[in-house]
């Protein structure tokens, strides 16, 4: 069993900067492919980054690509979410997700373990 508590949210104007974090549980956390997905209302949940247990591989969404950075640090059990850049559009409430297959998949099917999720308003 593997608890993901995502922080780091809050308020912004476009063009300023967040950092989302996400913390684990377990002792198993490098084995694991980690994911950021986001959910906006009326939406449904949409992938964003992911990145593979060693931080050799990682994915984006075409939306994000040159403005969202994905990291972690399995030292401390943590993935990040740097966003740069931030649009109104990006407003969602931002879940992490742990796959117990390591690479750094885009389909929320294939995740096992979800957060709770943070919520990111991007005003214009």
């Known amino acids: 069993q593997v608890q993901l508590v995502e922080s780091g949210g809050g308020l912004v104007q476009a063009g300023d900067s967040l950092r989302l974090s996400c913390a684990a549980s377990?002792?198993?956390?490098?084995?694991?492919?980690m994911g950021w997905f986001r959910q906006a209302p009326g939406k449904e949940r949409e992938f964003v980054a992911a990145?593979?247990?060693?931080?050799?591989?990682?994915n984006y969404a075409d939306s994000v690509k040159g403005r969202f950075t994905i990291s972690r640090d399995n030292a401390k059990n943590t993935v990040y979410l740097q966003m740069n850049s931030l649009k109104p559009e990006d407003t969602a409430v931002y879940y992490c997700a742990a796959d117990h297959v390591n690479g750094a998949s885009m389909r929320p099917g294939e995740y096992d373990y979800w957060g709770q999720g943070t919520q990111v308003t991007v005003s214009s």
């Open positions: 377990g002792r198993t956390f490098s084995r694991y492919g």
């Open positions: 990145i593979s247990g060693g931080s050799r591989i990682t």
